[in-house]
């Protein structure tokens, strides 16, 4: 136990003072995040829609995302990652309140539309700043500090949520909206100096590692393989973020589930990744090659699907989720270091723009092809396709990312020559 905790201190050592505050806010904005996981239970239960509506609101805040993820790269490269980051946070914070208010299906899915835009364009600016204060040897644990946080944060909202729903959904609204306002002043109050000085003018992250670092300065639209490589990564996170739309309605039509017990079981796997994913990415940088991880990870995720498909018991339930809770490890915090290392000194914004726009995809497509599946054909026929896409995105993925290793090997190989016969 002492060699454990050990390990696990020493992951986070050497981390700067910056990247930990990030943490810090990241920790706080979502330890407030209560809206997204029971939007779709307050839209069915609270307000009588049916499934079909409801996976079309919900689709509007995929939508709403896609968009903000690109406007997010832009004005990240334009104004900086700062100003960006604070002013996504206190803009959200009047949206979340006003969607309290709203009861139809047009204005909601305006509203969610509206919200999530201002939401998402906070994404990119904060991987950009991650990056920013990260020396190479920090990168992915950098990144996954502050997924680390995420999730600690999504542990506890989700837990918070539940109880809150039980006394009146609107709440809901109101706790997100608080949680944002103190992760935007704490973030301002701490980096507005800071970023007034030097901070907030886009620095390149220095190259992490060997692979995966060709692609250079041009457009993330014009990189053939980034685009790819953010292809399969949709594919990813339309089978990954089913955790935040189709799951809960599983558990509650097939395991009657309460709100505080689907909480609880979402929130493990905040617990789990809290508990492991730094000492895990440390053991992995060590052990394993980014896309053997990767790739990993992905079939992991695939298997946990299988295993809802064929849950019995709600220990079933949190065996899936332990192995959902793994596959994020593997893939998460090393997709980000890709993005990062591929992205060229004016274009970082961009890169993490489009692969936060395919990660967004999924906020659409998601929950229309979740609700409509599970309406259609069951829970359980849901459940076994994902596992044949996410079996398949895995073949992908490793063809994909040898291809870009490769590339990387003969791009240095080519400056290596060049040096020589300078």
């Known amino acids: 136990m002492r060699k454990y905790i050990r390990t696990y201190l020493d992951s986070f050592r050497g981390l700067s003072t910056a990247t930990w505050m990030l943490a810090v806010v990241m920790l706080i904005n979502r330890t407030g995040a209560m809206v997204l996981p ?14 079909k509506e409801t996976g079309f609101v919900l689709s509007c805040y995929g939508l709403g995302s896609m968009t903000g993820s690109l406007l997010g790269g832009w004005l990240t490269d334009k104004y900086g990652h700062f100003r960006v980051q604070v002013n996504s946070l206190f803009l959200a914070v009047p949206f979340f309140v006003l969607l309290s208010f709203l009861n139809s299906m047009l204005t909601l899915s305006i509203g969610v539309f509206i919200l999530s835009t201002v ?8 991987s950009v700043s991650i990056s920013y204060h990260a020396t190479p040897e920090q990168l992915t644990r950098s990144f996954s500090l502050n997924r680390m946080a995420l999730n600690l944060g999504f542990s506890m909202g989700p837990a918070f949520g539940g109880f809150l729903a039980a006394i ?8 997100n909206a608080f949680s944002v306002l103190v992760a935007a002043l704490v973030l301002y109050l701490y980096f507005h100096k800071k970023e007034h000085k030097s901070v907030d003018e886009p620095r390149p992250a220095k190259l992490h590692s060997e692979q995966l670092l060709s692609g250079g300065g041009v457009s993330p639209w014009r990189d ?23 799951m809960p309605m599983f558990y509650q039509d097939s395991f009657s589930m309460s709100n505080q017990e689907m909480g609880i079981l979402i929130g493990f796997n905040g617990v789990v990744v809290f508990a492991l994913e730094m000492i895990m990415v440390s053991f992995l940088e060590r052990k394993m090659t980014i896309s053997n991880t990767i790739v990993m990870g992905t079939i992991l995720c695939g298997i946990s699907y299988l295993i809802l498909a064929f849950a019995q018991s709600k220990a079933m339930l949190y065996v899936a989720m332990f192995l959902f809770s793994f596959s994020e ?5 090393f997709l980000a270091t890709i993005v990062i290392n591929r992205s060229g000194e004016q274009s970082r914004g961009a890169y993490m723009g489009a692969n936060s726009f395919s990660f967004s995809s999924s906020f659409i497509f998601a929950p229309l092809a979740g609700t409509m599946l599970a309406q259609q054909f069951g829970y359980r026929t849901l459940w076994i396709i994902i596992f044949v896409i996410l079996i ?24 290596n020559l060049e040096k020589t016969t300078a």
Do not use: C
């Not at 009146?168 to 706790?175: E, Q, R």
């Open 38 to 51: 029971f939007l779709g239970i307050y839209l069915k239960e609270g307000l009588g829609f049916s499934l």
């Open 119 to 126: 939401v998402e364009t906070f994404r990119p600016a904060n």
């Open 168 to 175: 009146s959904y609107h709440l809901l609204f109101y706790g």
């Open 224 to 246: 053939r393989d980034f685009v790819i490589f953010n292809i399969l990564v949709a594919l990813f996170s339309l089978s990954f973020f089913q955790l935040l739309n189709t």
């Open 329 to 333: 490890i593997f893939v998460m915090p």
């Open 392 to 415: 398949l995105t895995s073949i992908g993925l490793k063809w994909n990312l040898r291809k870009m290793e490769a590339d990387s090997a003969q791009e240095r190989n080519l400056r």
